[in-house]
C-alpha cells in the first residue's frame, strides 16, 4: 500500500521512526494475550497472526486485568489495551474530582446531582440539601432519596439505597449538624427520580467506547450496547435492593450462562422499541424529541462520551506520555434515563467485563471484538504506523461497527446529531484523520 504525506507528517512520521524503530521481523504480526483463550485472541488467530506466550515477543498484547500489565518492560513498538491512568475515569471518586478539577460542566451535566463526602466543602452542601429537603418534602413522595457509594467497589457492592437521608447525619454538641465521619470517604448522589422502566423494571444502558490511538493524534469511536435490566420488579417504596441494581453480580445466576436470566440482558433495539411507542411520546415531550426519539437518545449518548474524552484528555494524555509503550482501550459507560429521556451517567468502566452468559451481550461482544482487533491491527502494527501518519484520505475506514466521535482535536459530525443545536455547538467541523482501509488486508 503507498501513502502519501505532507511535510509535517513525513517530520512526524520520521521522528517517530527514529525515537521508536519497527518491532524486530521475528516479532511482527505476533499478538499476546492474558488470559489466554480470550474473544479477541480467537479473531487475531482467525485473521492469520501468531500467538504468543511471552509478551516481551508481541507487537499486540491484551489483557483482561490491566494490574497484570508490567509497564516497565514493554518495548515503545507494542501496543497494550489499557492506558496507565484510565482509574481516573472508572474509580467514581477520581471521576468527580477530575470533573471538578477541570471544571468540565459540560461534562457534570450527565451526572446526578453528587456530594464527594470527603470533602468538607461537599458534606456542609450535602447537610444544607438534606435539611432543605425536609422543609420542603412533600409528605405524599415514595421515591427513593439517595444512593450512597463506595467509590472504588464495583459490580453493585459498597451501594446502599437511603431512603431517609438524616439517617447519615449527627449532631454535635454546638448543634452543628454534619455528615457520620463513617461516610466520610463515600460519594451520594441523589437518585433519579422517574426513571424510564421497562415493562416495571429498573435499567440502564451499557454503552461501549473505545480509544483507538493516542499517537499522533487521539482516535475516539463509539459501539452501542445491551439494556442491563434488574430481575425484581421497581417498587419505589417497598421493593428490595435488588430491584435497584443492574449489575449481573447482583441477579439471579450472575455470571453463569447456565443459571442466568435473558431477561437480565437486552439488545439497543428493546430501548428503541420502548420510547417509540411510549404515551409520553406526543403529551410530555418537547417536538424536537417525540419527532425522533431514538435520534435523541443516540445523540445525546455519543454527546456525553465526547464530553467526557474531552475533559479527561489532558489527564490521560499526559500520564501515557511517561510510558513507552503504544496504546489502545476498550471501555464502558453506564447511563440510565428518566421518563423525560434526559441522560444520566453513573459510571464509566475501565475494562468493562465481557460476560457470554446471555444471547444479547454475547452477540455485542462476538461482533465487537473482531472489529476492535482488526481496528488495533491496522493502527498499532510495525506498517499501522504509516497508517497512522498518513495523509487524510475520502474512502472509509474498516471500523465495523465502529463509530468515529472524536479525531484529533476535532469532533466528527454525527448523523444522529443534525437537529442538535447542543451537540452543533459542541462539534467543530470535522477533519478526516482516522485513514482509509486497504484494498488488500493481507498484513492485517
Given at each position: 500500500k503507498s501513502y502519501s504525506f505532507s511535510s509535517q507528517e513525513e517530520i512526524l512520521l520520521e521522528e517517530s521512526l527514529r525515537l521508536c524503530p519497527a518491532a524486530p521481523l521475528a516479532y511482527r504480526r505476533r499478538f499476546y494475550s492474558r488470559p489466554k483463550n480470550t474473544a479477541f485472541s480467537t479473531a487475531m488467530l482467525r485473521d492469520g497472526w501468531q500467538q504468543t506466550s511471552k509478551f516481551k515477543e508481541a507487537e499486540i498484547l491484551w489483557y483482561q486485568q490491566k494490574n497484570k500489565i508490567q509497564w516497565n518492560e514493554l518495548h515503545c513498538w507494542q501496543a497494550v489495551n489499557h492506558l496507565a491512568s484510565e482509574n481516573k475515569m472508572s474509580h467514581k471518586g477520581h471521576l468527580i474530582d477530575e470533573l471538578r478539577k477541570t471544571n468540565a460542566t459540560h461534562a457534570l451535566k450527565f451526572l446526578p446531582e453528587t456530594y464527594a463526602l470527603w470533602r468538607a466543602e461537599d458534606r456542609t452542601a450535602f447537610v444544607k440539601t438534606v435539611i432543605a429537603d425536609q422543609t420542603n418534602r412533600n409528605m405524599n413522595s415514595t421515591h427513593p432519596g439517595w444512593v450512597l457509594k463506595e467509590p472504588a467497589v464495583d459490580g453493585g457492592k459498597g451501594v446502599q439505597v437511603i431512603e431517609d437521608p438524616t439517617t447519615l447525619l449527627v449532631q454535635k454538641n454546638n448543634n452543628e449538624t454534619s455528615v457520620l465521619a463513617k461516610h466520610h470517604k463515600k460519594l451520594i448522589q441523589r437518585y433519579v427520580k422517574n426513571l424510564l422502566l421497562l415493562d416495571g423494571h429498573k435499567f440502564d444502558l451499557r454503552v461501549y467506547w473505545?480509544?483507538?490511538?493516542?499517537?499522533?493524534?487521539?482516535?475516539?469511536?463509539?459501539?452501542?450496547?445491551?439494556?442491563?435490566?434488574?430481575?425484581?420488579?421497581?417498587?419505589?417504596?417497598?421493593?428490595?435492593?435488588?430491584?435497584?441494581?443492574?449489575?449481573?453480580?447482583?441477579?439471579?445466576?450472575?455470571?453463569?450462562?447456565?443459571?442466568?436470566?435473558?431477561?437480565?440482558?437486552?439488545?439497543?433495539?428493546?430501548?428503541?422499541?420502548?420510547?417509540?411507542?411510549?404515551?409520553?411520546?406526543?403529551?410530555?415531550?418537547?417536538?424536537?424529541?417525540?419527532?425522533?426519539?431514538r435520534a435523541h437518545l443516540e445523540c445525546q449518548i455519543r454527546q456525553a462520551i465526547i464530553s467526557m474524552w474531552q475533559a479527561f484528555a489532558p489527564t490521560l494524555l499526559q500520564a501515557h506520555s511517561t510510558h513507552h509503550a503504544d496504546v489502545f482501550a476498550l471501555l464502558g459507560c453506564d447511563i440510565m434515563l428518566d421518563h423525560d429521556l434526559n441522560l444520566f451517567i453513573s459510571e464509566l468502566q475501565s475494562g468493562p467485563g465481557l460476560p457470554s452468559n446471555t444471547i444479547a451481550v454475547r452477540k455485542i461482544i462476538q461482533s465487537m471484538l473482531p472489529d476492535l482487533a482488526r481496528i488495533a491491527r491496522i493502527m498499532h502494527s510495525s506498517q499501522g504506523r504509516l497508517h497512522r501518519y498518513a495523509s487524510p484520505v475520502t474512502r472509509n475506514p474498516p471500523l465495523g461497527g465502529f463509530q468515529v466521535l472524536v479525531n484529533g482535536s476535532q469532533v466528527a459530525p454525527q448523523p444522529w446529531c443534525h437537529s442538535s443545536s447542543s451537540f452543533s455547538a459542541l462539534a467543530a467541523t470535522a477533519r478526516s484523520r482516522f485513514l482509509s482501509s486497504l484494498s488488500s488486508p493481507s498484513w492485517w
Open positions: 473505545s480509544i483507538a490511538a493516542i499517537e499522533p493524534e487521539p482516535l475516539i469511536l463509539y459501539y452501542g450496547g445491551t439494556l442491563r435490566v434488574s430481575l425484581d420488579a421497581f417498587d419505589a417504596k417497598n421493593g428490595s435492593r435488588g430491584q435497584h441494581l443492574t449489575n449481573a453480580a447482583q441477579q439471579t445466576g450472575g455470571h453463569d450462562r447456565n443459571k442466568s436470566s435473558e431477561l437480565s440482558r437486552q439488545p439497543m433495539s428493546v430501548l428503541w422499541n420502548l420510547v417509540e411507542n411510549s404515551p409520553r411520546r406526543y403529551t410530555n415531550w418537547p417536538n424536537h424529541i417525540a419527532q425522533n426519539p
